[in-house]
């Protein structure tokens, strides 16, 4: 069964400071992973995702990831924090089960950026 | 716009009631899922539906039930067999059941049960 695991349920930053949130996936198969933020009593919205090709994957504000299989890792970073960054993060893979789409989430990493 | 709407956001109950979550989608998408949130545990699969009149069980569908009469709604009963019911309901679609597919979240129902 497919898996992932975000290291910290809650990361501090600076405004300013780089941004590193940790994924660690467990997949039988090439894996298609992505990093989806939600803000307080929101949904969820896709910052990027991975499934062919190239390794490091840009998403949308400035947020960056790269897949490296040989660490099983999809590590989320972006290089300076804004107070507007602070929000849940949540890693996911998807998978085939039963002939459809089954993703599994990440427990969440919450972000906090100190002013 | 398009995009999935859910109502309401926020919704109280007493226990041993039964009641019923909206979503509806205007993105034209085949799949549609249902998801519950608790802190701390992520989002976990209640029930999921790839097309019209067909769905199937999730994670944890039990005490809970779900239609799909129309391609745009994807309404969630929640029943009083339920043990815990309080939690953040996020209703969400996909394109389809391709792997590379993103799914698109609703605003989300908050229940509380008391």
């Known amino acids: 069964a497919q898996s992932v695991t975000q290291l910290g349920s809650h990361v501090s930053v600076s405004e300013g400071a780089l941004v590193l949130l940790r994924c660690n996936y467990s997949?039988?198969?090439?894996?298609?992973l992505f990093w989806y933020v939600q803000y307080p009593n929101q949904g969820l919205q896709l910052l990027l995702k991975y499934t062919t090709g190239a390794t490091l994957v840009k998403g949308i504000n400035g947020f960056e990831a790269e897949f490296k299989k040989s660490e099983t890792s999809f590590h989320l970073t972006k290089p300076s924090a804004h107070m507007s960054d602070a929000a849940e993060y949540f890693c996911a893979v998807s998978s085939l089960a039963g002939g459809y789409q089954k993703v599994t989430f990440g427990i969440g990493t919450k972000l906090q950026v100190i002013p | 716009d398009g995009g999935i709407t859910q109502s309401p956001k926020y919704l109280f109950r007493k226990e041993g009631q039964n009641v019923t979550l909206s979503c509806e989608q205007n993105l034209n998408h085949d799949a549609m899922y249902w998801y519950r949130q608790d802190p701390g545990q992520g989002l976990r699969l209640i029930y999921y539906?790839?097309?019209?009149?067909?769905?199937q069980k999730g994670d944890i569908a039990e005490g809970y039930s779900v239609s799909r009469e129309k391609k745009e709604s994807f309404p969630l009963t929640v029943t009083s067999a339920q043990k815990n019911p309080t939690a953040f309901y996020l209703c969400?679609?996909?394109?389809?059941?391709?792997?590379?597919?993103?799914?698109?979240f609703g605003p989300g129902t908050r229940l509380t049960v008391t």
């Open positions: 969400a679609s996909s394109r389809g059941s391709t792997l590379s597919y993103e799914q698109y």
């Open positions: 997949s039988s198969v090439p894996p298609y």
């Open positions: 539906s790839q097309i019209v009149n067909d769905f």
